[in-house]
């Protein structure tokens, strides 16, 4: 994941408990990965060389490694204790140390490429929404022509234009839904409180509209949605 402003990404004991969060927090985490690679494979190459933005942690990474052995990752994040991590997994994994390199810092650290696929997950809302288009912007100017983009964040509805009840009603009851589903997951009801208002104040959460728009005014096409849960979106699209 990218580092927000105020980032529990440098935070020792949040770097120590990142791998709880994912499936905690995402309906469906282990099913997103999974689509995220088969998305990725209907154009990757057997011998294809992937991006992975906000690879912190490494459990995308981990995933699609084991799946796809013959694709080489490039990983960039701007935590280097979550790039830690995520050295500390893939290498208890066994994979391969030529078979994955981690760069730190953002997108425009990461290599010229040209990449034959990318994925950015649970990072884009951690983006301010200004930065958003040139950071889409630098990850396809590394993809080849056609190359499959995968992203996946907080995304919540607003109702505006689509006759729902419309503005912050709706949204809160989205952020409403993503607490339960932590509490469901065995997160304490005063956690998934905070985190809520966590979410509510500090992140730049679109809707899926803005979302879709950014990709296209960063110049990828096919923009198409793949997933949904709950507070979560993702999408697929080509540059």
Known sequence: MTQPTTSPFTDPAAVARYAEGPRRNVPGYDSLLRMSRILLAER??????????GAGGGLE?????????SWRFDGVD???????????????????????????????SAPAGPFDGATCLLTFHFVPREERVPMA??????????????????????GKGAGGEGGAAERDLW???YA????????????????????????????????EAILREAGFS??????MGFAFAGWVAHA
């Open 44 to 53: 990757v190459p057997a011998d294809g060389r992937v991006l992975v933005v």
């Open 61 to 69: 990474l981990e995933d699609m490694a084991f799946a796809q052995p």
């Open 78 to 108: 701007p935590s280097q204790p979550m790039l830690d991590l995520a050295a500390q997994r893939l290498q208890s994994a066994g994979v391969a140390g030529d078979h994955v390199a981690l760069h730190h810092g953002y997108v425009q």
């Open 137 to 158: 912007a630098e990850i396809r100017r590394r993809l080849k022509p056609g190359a499959p983009l995968v992203v996946a964040h907080l995304s919540v509805a607003d």
């Open 175 to 177: 952020l409403s839904r």
């Open 180 to 211: 339960a589903f932590q509490i469901a997951s065995g997160v304490p009801p005063e956690h998934a409180a905070r985190a809520r208002d966590k979410v509510a104040v500090e992140l730049a959460v679109l809707t899926p509209q803005e979302d």
């Open 222 to 227: 096919e923009v198409q949605l793949f997933y």
